[in-house]
């Protein structure tokens, strides 16, 4: 079993930048596969992002492509999620997730085993 904790969320104004971090205690994050999801109020959770335990692949939602990176640190039990040129439609609960899942779509929240309580992020326009 792995505990995630998230960090680094706060306002900014568009076009600036903020870096998540997920911290991971328990079980070492090397055994996940990793996600980063967001839920906007009254809206449903939306994947952003993630990455295979060697990080050899990162998947990316469309809206965030070219702005958001999520990267890893296994030696820290660490992933971060590094997002640029934010926007008001960034806005959102951040949430990081992990997988004990091998390969497929990393999308569906439902893969998803641990859940950290979340981050703010708002984007002021």
């Known amino acids: 079993q792995v505990q995630l904790v998230e960090s680094g969320g706060g306002l900014v104004q568009a076009g600036g930048s903020l870096r998540l971090s997920c911290a991971a205690s328990?079980?070492?994050?090397?055994?996940?596969?990793m996600g980063w999801f967001r839920q906007a109020p009254g809206k449903e959770r939306d994947f952003v992002a993630a990455?295979?335990?060697?990080?050899?692949?990162?998947d990316y939602a469309d809206s965030v492509q070219g702005r958001f990176t999520i990267s890893r640190d296994n030696a820290k039990n660490t992933v971060y999620l590094q997002m640029n040129r934010l926007k008001p439609e960034d806005t959102a609960v951040y949430y990081c997730?992990?997988?004990?899942?091998?390969?497929?779509?990393?999308?569906?929240?439902?893969?998803?085993?641990?859940w950290g309580q979340g981050t703010q992020v708002t984007v002021s326009s």
């Open positions: 997730a992990a997988t004990a899942d091998y390969g497929g779509n990393y999308y569906y929240s439902g893969r998803y085993n641990y």
């Open positions: 328990g079980r070492t994050v090397t055994a996940y596969a």
């Open positions: 990455i295979t335990r060697s990080g050899s692949r990162r």
